[in-house]
């Protein structure tokens, strides 16, 4: 981190490096960072926009004489023509599209040639972000802010969008302790070899800026408590309550004045009081913004991708381990599939979840990911066509280019950075997975549709945002009931196609109450709690 200095309240800060972290205290601290570690456009802008969208439906001849249909029933009725039905709306992402009028009429007569079948987006009900937090909340705000006794340093491990979940949680844990949080440390993976500082992922000005109202960050200690002990934790429990976390830290941390935390990935509670809960969403919504020169890159491929219409964003969940800590096999022949049960029977601690269950059972059961001919034939059953634009996301997949064949034989526009990439573009991130993985983010965050072939926290995390932003398409296979029409030969394709696509009507994006499921998180599910519909949704941005 590069040495800064502030003189607020005559306090000097020295950034704090890994070796002083290292040097805090005892041998519990011993490897600690080495360890594996769019606006609307005035009125005749619009009627203008909107003839051009209606010449353009008039070339399709089905629309053609569903227009021609609708406009002599109106005539007969004699019905009164209210405002124009084609208001422009905020945009998906970069491309504008429609407010669909409420009658069923005027809907199919209403809707984009781009928004047809697949590409069409899920009704929001007009949710949008509310996280404005109580006046309770806003009050004690003050004291949180101004605080210069306690501070809350985090350590982060895993990839980038553990880390990510784990930077939301320690916010949070620095409110309820009314602490002052150190820019949280990102713990070096030795199997990734990614060495990456928060200030390389993230902006770490607007993460700062955005949070000032909430909690105070700040780059390292302030000289005053560099020699301090720090209270050392390591061994939180899962989910513990705001309650737990003050009874259990709050004493020490005034003494002591230094509290470090690591280990934070669903230590804390998804059920917490409706302020923190939005404090989360703002903080995975607004302040974890990507540093700029990962933004300008992922909006550069997004541009590409987009050129030539709409696409769809994969993100593939194929690679090697994943199939062994799944129990699950990849379906490319005898051979691969002994791989992964040899290095499953090598190191079985790998295993994930029952681990007394088959790998038939686990298919069944819908706990599998999709390999690439799953993933086409679902998408084919869905309406998606062949000359689809897709940019897939995800590591390298067990199995290299024959593993992808079924569908870049299925897609003749299938992508990834790498093939979008200019010569040399990418060589400023070179081979760090945390800034990889962000530009995929960023391209997979901003396509038309999404979809996973497996959950995970970067699935999660493109779900609950694609949600904020107001309910954008995210498709969520049920692979329990697709595994089954799979692979059961005697119905056939086109029928099975017809089921699985009705079973996924209400699996595409639209809004979902987190509390219709034990467990789930905020920053997947931001409604109720951090979206509302009519006068009450508000929102701080």
């Not at 705001?242 to 004045?257: H, P």
């Not at 599939?337 to 290095?343: K, L, N, T, W």
């Not at 396509?447 to 398409?473: C, E």
């Amino acid at each position: 981190m590069a040495k800064k200095t502030q003189t607020q309240n005559k306090f000097s800060y020295i950034s704090v490096s890994s070796q002083f972290i290292h040097s805090l205290s005892s041998s519990t601290l011993h490897g600690l960072l080495t360890s594996p570690t769019k606006k609307p456009s005035p009125t005749a802008a619009a009627a203008s926009a909107a003839t051009v969208r209606l010449l353009s439906l008039t070339r399709n001849p089905r629309t053609y004489f569903l227009c021609l249909s609708l406009l002599a029933f109106l005539w007969t009725s004699r019905l009164a023509f209210g405002p124009d039905p084609f208001l422009p709306c905020s945009p998906i992402s970069d491309r504008p599209r429609l407010v669909l009028p409420s009658s069923a009429a005027a809907v199919t007569a209403a809707v984009s040639v781009s928004e047809e079948g697949f590409w069409r987006q899920p009704e929001g009900f007009g949710y949008k972000g509310c996280i404005e937090g109580s006046e309770g909340y806003r009050r004690a705000s003050e004291a949180v802010v101004n605080g210069r006794r306690k501070y809350l340093m985090v350590v982060v491990s895993g990839g980038l969008n553990q880390q990510r979940n784990q930077i939301v949680d320690a916010v949070v844990i620095a409110r309820i302790l009314g602490a002052a949080l150190v820019v949280p440390i990102l713990q070096v993976n030795v199997i990734w070899e990614d060495e990456s500082e928060f200030s390389d992922i993230f902006d770490l000005d607007h993460f700062k800026s955005v949070l000032s109202s909430d909690v105070r960050v700040v780059s390292s200690l302030p000289s005053t408590h560099v020699m301090t002990r720090p209270v050392l934790e390591s061994r939180t429990p899962l989910h513990v309550s705001a309650k737990w976390i003050r009874r259990r830290y709050l004493r020490r941390l005034t003494k002591e004045g230094v509290l470090l935390l690591r280990g934070l990935d669903s230590r804390l509670s998804k059920d917490l009081p409706s302020d923190l809960q939005k404090l989360r969403c703002k903080v995975a919504f607004h302040a974890l913004k990507f540093a700029p020169p990962i933004l300008a890159l992922g909006n550069r491929l997004t541009d590409r991708m987009r050129r030539d219409g709409p696409y769809l964003a994969l993100h593939l969940r194929m690679e090697k381990d994943v199939w062994v800590r799944t129990g699950c096999l990849p379906g490319l022949g005898a051979d691969l599939d002994e791989v992964v049960r040899s290095e499953r029977r090598l190191r079985p601690e790998l295993l994930t979840a029952r681990s007394n269950m088959t790998f038939e059972e686990r298919k069944l059961a819908g706990m599998c990911p999709m390999n690439a001919g799953e993933v086409a034939r679902f998408l084919r059953a869905l309406g998606a066509s062949g000359d689809a634009r897709v940019y897939w996301a995800g590591g390298e997949p067990f199995g290299g280019e024959e593993a992808l064949r079924p569908l870049t034989g299925e897609f003749k526009h299938f992508y990834d950075k790498w093939g979008l990439a200019l010569p040399g573009e990418l060589e400023a991130v070179g081979n760090r997975a945390s800034l990889l993985a962000a530009i995929d983010f960023v391209v997979a965050e901003r396509a038309d549709v999404f979809m996973a072939s497996h959950g995970g926290n970067m699935n999660h995390a493109i779900q609950g945002l694609r949600a904020y932003a107001g309910h954008r398409k995210c498709i969520t296979p049920n692979k329990r009931e697709i595994f089954k029409y799979f692979l059961d030969t005697s119905i056939p394709e086109s029928e099975s196609n017809r089921i699985i696509k009705e079973l996924h009507r209400d699996s595409l994006g639209q809004p979902e109450l987190r509390m219709d499921k034990a467990g789930r998180d905020v920053t997947a599910y931001p409604v109720p709690e951090c979206m509302c519909n009519g006068s009450g949704a508000r929102s701080t941005f």
